[in-house]
């Protein structure tokens, strides 16, 4: 059974905090994802990777970084958590190089920030 | 940029249908459908590929319009388990080489009754 896992369902931080979201596939995918979730906004990307120590910014990189050190592992930082930054937060993974390829998501880790 | 999705709700007895419609501003190389059901993960439905292009299964189906850079997803005598949140998505650009950029529109929920 094809897996993206998240590190946590839920997590609740401080502001100023760092902040870590942990997110690993087992597809051995090249395509990796971090998405926002917020109500009536649907899915925003904020980056994207294609494979390691590559990253490209999505629509929403302002206050967030990411690394990807191993293939199967894409993490989203942020840097000095803020209350707007509350939101649920998804990552996904496909293969790269076919556009008729289908995203693998996460459970999500929903993330408050007091 | 986002795939702008429409309408953003719908209610619907089990047994009426429903359409939901996905455009963008920008050239759609391939299409996604997913649905989300509360506290879960998105889950794949179907991608199109062409201009044209038609799928479909079960009472589901979907139609892309290349040229006016439009989908939709047509939900056929709805059954209770159809509720949930809809989204589209789009690579944004075509795979030469590089990132490839997987956008989603804000949503359409649909909720069915009894």
């Known amino acids: 059974d094809v897996k993206v896992t998240q590190s946590s369902r839920y997590l609740v931080k401080r502001t100023g905090e760092k902040v870590f979201l942990e997110c690993v596939q087992d597809?051995?995918?090249?395509?990796m994802f971090w998405y926002r979730q917020d109500p009536g906004l649907g899915l925003r990307l904020i980056y994207f990777s294609y494979d390691v120590k590559m990253k490209e910014k999505g629509d929403i990189p302002e206050g967030y970084s990411v690394s990807r050190e191993k293939k199967e592992r894409f993490s989203l930082i942020l840097e000095s958590a803020s209350t707007n930054q509350t939101s649920m937060y998804l990552c996904?993974?496909?293969?790269?190089?076919?556009?008729?390829?289908?995203?693998?998501f996460g459970q999500g880790t929903r993330l408050t920030v007091v | 940029q986002q795939p702008v999705q429409s309408p953003q709700a719908v209610i619907l007895r089990e047994g009426e249908d429903a359409v939901i419609n996905c455009s963008s501003s920008?050239?759609?190389?391939?299409v996604h459908w997913y649905r989300q059901k509360h506290g879960e993960a998105p889950v794949f439905l179907m991608i199109l590929l062409k201009g044209g292009e038609q799928k479909g299964h079960d009472k589901i189906s979907a139609s892309f319009n290349e040229k006016k850079q439009q989908s939709s997803l047509y939900l056929t005598a709805s059954q209770l388990s159809y509720s949930g949140t809809y989204f589209c998505g789009a690579f944004d650009r075509l795979i030469i080489q590089g990132a490839q950029k997987l956008v989603f529109g804000q949503g359409t929920r649909l909720t069915i009754n009894p």
């Open positions: 597809m051995d995918h090249e395509n």
């Open positions: 920008k050239a759609l190389y391939s």
């Open positions: 996904a993974s496909s293969l790269w190089g076919k556009m008729n390829t289908e995203a693998f």
